[in-house]
């Protein structure tokens, strides 16, 4: 099979890294790539939402498959894109269509959708423009803290916590008459704060079938401590010892089996990955949030532990007999260390030369941030390399991606060496 990928950054570096070991994978492209995705297929310079650049690249190189990596092309349609092309419409795309792809491109459908399927999560209510009043009215209601989400896509900024009422007014404000995140806050879901230790679960599903993937947990905050900025994702660990066999039978229960047969219910045809952001409060899952895919930097955990032949799964969600296909999990712990620009989550320091990327001894290295100059590799992202170890303890696993990051050297690096550290 001809494969092409779409995406730019660390999770799809990992996606060609595990695609490229398929024998069912003659050739794999990359739209656009990176200098990381070049080592496993061939970078084709396109926009991941050209879908008629898309389209060409499909037909010049006879592509069987395109697997979507990031959020964008999934909300903008690119999947519905394809099916209305004569062309191309028999090539799958993994990846939701646009009604789907709503679970993460509209909090307010996402939590529509969860009420009506008595799905776990947080209490709230929506508001925008022209209910403002009533919008603040509620959150002298909801508790402190309480959380206002941007309806919209927001790069993943839209989220914010606040512990004051007068903070949670004068945000609310902002956000619905001053558009702080753009169109994205149109409107503003108003949400209970739910506390408890979060965590990602991984579902890849044919429609009507699933496989439950390796879950992870992910670590947002730039200073170590968990303190600071929320970030992309400074690191993260595969698997998460709370998320034991109890807990995850609740998880298959009461989230995604009725996830999947609501979407059914709903006559919302879904091929590809959920994204299901939990929080365990107390051994009990709620939903924070859904993605219309793979996560990042936990793609980068979760992958790795991943046995099975992946592009063997994938053509189970694109023929529909995902059942018949075995999914084989690995007992080994990943981890993956994030090396960020300096500066970063605010302005950061870009076109930075890396050296040191040969000296990495047991992790494997997934670029995110990165382009070439000529023989060199610079900085381009604020988020710039993964590094990822899969080991037989959590404590080996994080000093080695620890250690193997500080092998790298960049102007500004700046990495967290307390990844994993609450788990163990």
Not at 244 to 258: S, T
Request: one cysteine or more; aromatic letters at 8%.
């Amino acid at each position: 099979m001809n494969i092409l990928l779409i995406g730019s950054g660390g999770r799809e570096s990992a996606f060609a890294w595990k695609l490229s070991q398929s024998p069912l994978c003659d050739k794999l492209f990359i739209a656009p790539g990176n200098p990381g995705t070049a080592a496993f297929g061939m970078n084709v310079n396109i926009k991941v939402a050209d879908f008629a650049a898309l389209k060409q690249c499909c037909l010049d190189n006879q592509i069987d498959m395109v697997v979507v990596g990031p959020e964008e092309p999934l909300v903008k349609g690119i999947h519905d894109y394809f099916l209305a092309d004569e062309q191309i419409k028999h090539i799958p795309v993994i990846g939701p269509q646009q009604q789907g792809a709503q679970l993460e491109g509209s909090k307010d459908f996402s939590k529509q959708f969860m009420n009506r399927h008595n799905i776990p999560t947080a209490a709230s209510q929506t508001f925008t423009r022209e209910t403002l009043s009533e919008g603040i009215s509620y959150l002298a209601t909801a508790g402190l803290p309480v959380v206002l989400k941007a309806d919209g896509l927001a790069a993943g900024k839209g989220v914010l916590i606040c512990t004051t009422l007068a903070e949670a007014e004068q945000e609310l404000t902002a956000m619905l008459t001053e558009a702080k995140f753009g169109t994205a806050s149109d409107k503003v879901v108003i949400e209970r704060f739910l506390q408890g230790i979060e965590l990602s679960v991984f579902v890849l599903t044919d429609g009507v079938n699933y496989k439950i993937l390796p879950e992870a947990k992910d670590y947002k905050r730039i200073g170590e401590g968990d303190t600071g900025l929320n970030t992309g994702g400074m690191g993260s660990v595969s698997p998460v010892h709370f998320a034991d066999a109890i807990f995850m039978q609740k998880v298959e229960q009461r989230i995604v089996i009725p996830t999947i047969d609501g979407l059914k219910q709903n006559n919302i045809p879904y091929k590809g990955f959920i994204f299901i952001g939990l929080m365990n409060c107390g051994g009990e899952p709620f939903v924070i949030e859904y993605n219309c895919r793979m996560g990042d930097p936990e793609t980068e955990s979760v992958l790795p532990r991943i046995e099975s032949d992946l592009v063997d799964l994938l053509k189970g969600v694109a023929n529909g007999n995902l059942d018949t296909k075995e999914l084989v999990i690995s007992d080994k712990i990943a981890a993956t260390v994030v090396c960020v620009a300096g500066g970063y989550p605010g302005e950061y320091l870009k076109d930075k030369t890396i050296t040191g990327l040969d000296n990495v001894r047991g992790s494997m290295v997934f670029h995110a941030g990165t382009y070439a100059d000529g023989e060199d590799i610079k900085t381009s992202g604020g988020r710039v390399l993964a590094v990822t170890s899969l080991q037989d303890d959590l404590f080996t696993a994080l000093q080695q991606a620890t250690l193997d990051a500080s092998r790298i050297y960049y102007d500004g690096k700046y990495f967290r060496k307390d990844i994993g550290f609450d788990l163990i």
